[in-house]
């Protein structure tokens, strides 16, 4: 058992130094480097950089020294907790993403709390109540949100929430609070504004586990176990959620590995399309400029949440399933 | 909230429907435009040579004085400030300028705002040089030394004196020192030989230079390098204009204390070495403390999602009545990362005045907003010949054949000619533009003339199709395309574009279908932005699609006109080389005008006012003759040209000068703006 751990964790570092490296790669893959991106930037928007200011850059960031040497240099400082400056937004990187990152965590357990509070009572009822009039509803709901994507979703939820509460055109605080320090005024502002993207990245992953709730509760419901259940004369209430249910929401365990990377990078689309300060569009638009400390660092923490993701998935299932323990031992 | 609600009706109406409706609804309201009156009267406050005999102040500032926390107004005006007459009328002081700004690399954003810190700046219609910082200027009859007086009793934002002594700092110890500064600059090396600045008395400072350089004037009031002050470039980290504040940079460099020292506060600040930490210190949009000269000064940096600034206490211009100014406290700039949400927030009237990335094919939309949104619509119409060109690579090595017709004249002409820049105009500048090539406006002192705008520039398909058949492009395949004369097979002409300033893939594929007419088969390669430069760089493009803003004045900002600078080699960065290094690397153009045109273009440095017009001039007949460019249309509001405008604010010009040397809106002097109630 121990051992196992172990060879897990071991495993688990190799895979993030792996990860390390090829994002390192693939960010330098495109032609150019970040002053070549910068220039192409100002130049898109009307402005310039000239010969000059080119090279001094060049010179200022290292970029002129092969790879494996920016890389050295970079990953011997990460060890350490220095994740490096932004090339773009002249900060440190963890303080650009540190800015952002709560209001992301913040963002996706919102939308995780909606997901999981409105899909699995729904997709009990609908397995239990299996194509009645309120499960064909709730299927060709689910099969729309599954089908339709995150980003048009949020055009036509922000279209209707104008048209019947007014709500406002995307950003999480009103003009008047984006400056103000934290106060219980701004946090409302906040809790104000938070509900719609929420919701809207809610929608899909919620249809989606209507599905799968419903599905594995089905195979179930006609388990010999549930007939002896109700012949014990158990009430319908608990004869479900006690026994069928839990065993339903087994695969949920192993799906904690993807939830983990999902609270970061979940909501990308949506955040760039209603204008959120959250990681989405940093990872994003870092990617775009090649700037390297930042876009590595974020898809290193995007590896090192899949793998401890991965880890304690592991030992959830482990110990919800005692066969898996078997094997161990 | 119906504001909102009706617009995002249209943004997704039009979405839905796509792009032949969004083209009929242009053409439908293209004719309202020329009698819409939104084109106004070229307008904006003038300098005036009295100084009045009180000065007055904002009551905030006022407060602070009466805390004694700030010297009396009389005292932190110079003897002989700026005096502006605003364009109606004395403002009343206060309110908050809300703006949009898209990220750290905006900064041009807040730099034009506060242009007034350059030396020397251009008037309101962008044709006479005007005292900025420098209260006046000499430059000696052999145009070798410029003289710059400064103004008595000048302060920095933090109440230090500013003297002929931070242009000596600025020069020795920052422009000169090579870890600081890697390469000198052209604007201070003419000819290559490096000049000097001189100290010559507290208020006197003198450029001095080896050879004739009597551009100098121009380079110290364009958008150039010298020209700077503290608000320009600096998005890039590297001051390059002619002083810097001395009392407080002094403190990061190794000089004044030692290397080690100066390292190890850089190493606590989280940087990697003293020059890392010495570019933030000394850029106002990332530095609060750094003290600047402009009206406004950063308080929250560029670096986070709101940019915010007040106003600098110490500011050295008033209004004719004696106020100081700016009128307007603040400038809180929100940060959205995408262009369709700086659009929709400014319709939704949450900014006060915004004309950076408001985008010319939204204006339907926008101006269905007006009364919702309570905003003015001004279209502020460029100087520059073309807001798309189509620039031929002069250097094409990749295919002897293709390079073959890119270097015939009357190739080029020929395709010019196949275009209908009429219906090019109706479609994406909704009839605001100016169909013709790419000089400039007839009004300017470079312009060759009018008969230039149309030179080559016409819609003739018959006389192109005669100029391909004589060239030697007669075959034709079953097609009707044009056949190479190496191998029989089809000719491939390739577009490169980008969706930048204009959706400039869309306007290549239109010009792709007019060169199909006359049997040129074009493809259009829609590219990522630095993919498109990258291969530009590489001397792999046949023809791209860019614009020439900045070209209106042609000294200033040559690159989109002539291949003189590597970082943008539209038009072949193997001749850009050559001309960069003076012949010591790169290739000559192969073309004998072009040579020319790159001759006159060097020459013209040293040049006086007349003869160095005249040279443009030339230069321009040239360029237009031999269609090196395509211009399609021009003198539009495509570029920061649509004005969106808070029904609160007041002095805001009918028509603002829209050029790269007039820093859009700097010019208008946003400090004269205030808010009405």
């Known amino acids: ?329 | 909230m119906t504001t909102r609600r009706r617009l995002l009706g249209y943004g997704a109406a039009m979405a839905a429907v796509g792009a032949p409706t969004a083209q009929a609804l242009a053409q439908a309201v293209s004719g309202q435009f020329a009698q819409s009156g939104l084109v106004g009267a070229l307008q904006g406050p003038t300098q005036a040579n009295t100084v009045p005999a009180s000065f007055k102040e904002a009551p905030q500032l006022a407060e602070l004085v009466k805390q004694g926390k700030l010297p009396p107004v009389a005292q932190r005006i110079p003897a002989e400030p700026m005096v502006l007459k605003p364009l109606e009328s004395a403002g009343r002081y206060g309110g908050t300028w809300r703006r949009a700004f898209i990220g750290p690399s905006d900064g041009e954003n807040g730099n034009r705002i506060n242009a007034s810190d350059k030396l020397l700046f251009w008037d309101y219609n962008g044709n006479k040089i005007v005292p900025s910082v420098a209260k006046g200027w000499e430059m000696s009859k052999d145009g070798k030394t410029t003289t710059l007086f400064l103004r008595k009793g000048m302060k920095w934002a933090d109440g230090a004196p500013f003297t002929a002594d931070d242009f000596v700092f600025w020069f020795e110890d920052l422009y000169s020192n090579k870890d600081i500064v890697p390469t000198p600059i052209s604007d201070m090396t003419p000819d290559g030989k490096p000049g000097r600045v001189v100290k010559i008395d507290e208020t006197t400072v003198q450029f001095q230079f080896d050879t004739p350089f009597y551009l100098f004037i121009d380079l110290l009031a364009g958008d150039t390098l010298i020209g700077g002050g503290q608000s320009v470039r600096q998005a890039t980290s590297f001051t390059y204009g002619a002083y810097s504040p001395a009392h407080y940079l002094k403190q990061f460099l190794p000089k004044y204390s030692s290397e080690a020292e100066v390292t190890k506060r850089a190493k606590e600040a989280g940087f990697d070495t003293w020059v890392r930490a010495l570019h933030v210190k000394k850029d106002w949009q990332l530095n609060p403390a750094l003290p600047t000269i402009g009206p406004w000064r950063t308080v929250r940096p560029i670096n986070t999602p709101t940019w915010a600034m007040e106003r600098n206490p110490y500011y050295w211009a008033v209004d004719t009545d004696g106020n100081q100014l700016p009128y307007i406290d603040n400038i809180v700039m929100t940060l959205a990362e995408d262009l369709e949400v700086v659009n929709l927030r400014a319709m939704a009237g949450e900014f006060d005045e915004q004309e950076r990335h408001i985008s010319l094919a939204k204006l339907p939309v926008i101006l269905e907003n007006r009364e919702r949104g309570k905003y003015d619509v001004h279209l502020d119409l460029a100087f520059n010949g073309a807001d798309t060109v189509f620039l031929f690579n002069m250097s094409y090595k990749g295919d002897p054949e293709i390079a073959k017709w890119i270097q015939t004249t009357d190739f080029r002409r020929a395709l010019s000619l196949s275009i209908d820049r009429e219906q090019m105009n109706e479609t994406f500048w909704l009839g605001l533009g100016t169909p013709g090539s790419i000089a400039p406006n007839e009004s300017l002192p470079q312009s060759p003339g009018p008969e230039w705008r149309t030179k080559w520039s016409t819609y003739d398909p018959a006389t192109a199709n005669k100029m391909l058949d004589a060239i030697g492009l007669s075959k034709k395949d079953r097609d009707g395309y044009r056949l190479r004369t190496d191998n029989g097979q089809r000719l491939v002409i390739q577009i490169q574009a980008v969706n930048a300033l204009l959706p400039w893939v869309q306007h290549s594929e239109m010009v792709s279908q007019f060169w199909r007419k006359v049997g040129i088969y074009a493809d259009v390669k829609e590219m990522e932005r630095n993919l498109n430069l990258q291969r530009i760089m590489g001397n792999d493009h046949h023809v791209a699609a860019w614009q020439n803003g900045g070209s209106e004045l042609l000294y200033l900002f040559p690159r989109h006109t002539l291949p003189v600078d590597p970082t943008e080699p539209f038009l072949g960065p193997e001749i850009c080389k050559w001309y960069a290094s003076d012949g010591k690397q790169g290739t000559p153009p192969a073309d004998a005008n072009l040579l020319r045109a790159l001759q006159l273009f060097r020459g013209a440095a040293g040049q006086q006012e007349d003869e160095r017009n005249k040279t443009a001039q030339e230069i321009w007949r040239i360029l237009v003759d031999n269609q090196y460019g395509i211009g399609i249309c021009g003198q539009s509001p495509a570029a920061q040209g649509v004005r969106i405008v808070g029904r609160r604010l007041g002095n805001i010009p009918g028509r603002a000068c829209i050029a790269q040397h007039c820093r859009t809106p700097g010019s208008s002097h946003p400090e004269t703006w205030f808010y009405k109630a």
């Open chain 1, 1 to 329: 058992m121990i051992a196992f751990l172990l060879r897990r964790l071991a495993l688990g570092v190799m895979t993030i130094w792996l990860i390390s490296v090829l994002s390192f790669v693939i960010i330098q893959l495109p032609p150019g480097d970040f002053v070549d991106a910068y220039i192409a930037q100002l130049a898109s928007s009307g402005s310039s950089v000239s010969a000059e200011e080119a090279q001094a850059m060049r010179l200022q960031y290292g970029l002129g020294q092969p790879f494996y040497v920016q890389y050295g240099k970079w990953i011997s400082r990460v060890v350490v907790g220095d994740f490096g400056e932004s090339m773009e937004w002249r900060r440190p990187v963890t303080q650009v993403i540190g800015d952002r990152l709560w209001l992301t965590l913040l963002l996706s357990l919102g939308a995780l709390i909606v997901t999981w509070t409105l899909a699995l009572p729904i997709g009990i009822y609908s397995a239990v109540r299996q194509y009645s009039v309120a499960d064909y509803i709730f299927t060709l709901v689910g099969f729309i949100g599954i089908a339709v994507p995150n980003f048009l979703m949020a055009l036509i939820i922000m279209y209707f929430a104008f048209k019947f509460f007014g709500a406002s055109v995307g950003g999480l605080f009103s003009a008047e609070f984006a400056m103000a320090p934290w106060s219980w005024a701004k946090a409302w502002d906040l809790a104000k504004h938070l509900p719609l993207p929420a919701v809207i990245l809610a929608l899909g992953g919620t249809a989606q586990l209507i599905r799968i709730m419903r599905a594995n509760l089905l195979d179930e419901l006609r388990r010999p176990y549930v007939v002896t259940a109700r012949a014990k004369g158990l009430s319908e209430t608990r004869v479900i959620l006690k026994y069928p249910v839990r065993a339903a929401l087994n695969p949920f365990a192993s799906n904690i590995a993807y939830l983990f990377p999902y609270l970061v990078s979940g909501s990308i689309i949506i955040s760039i399309v209603l204008g959120l300060p959250t990681v989405g569009p940093l990872l994003v638009k870092s990617l775009v400029a090649q700037d390297m400390f930042l876009a590595g660092t974020i898809v290193l923490l995007l590896g090192v949440l899949t793998v401890v993701g991965t880890f304690i998935s592991d030992l959830v299932l482990m110990w919800v399933d005692p066969r898996l323990r078997h094997q161990m031992d």
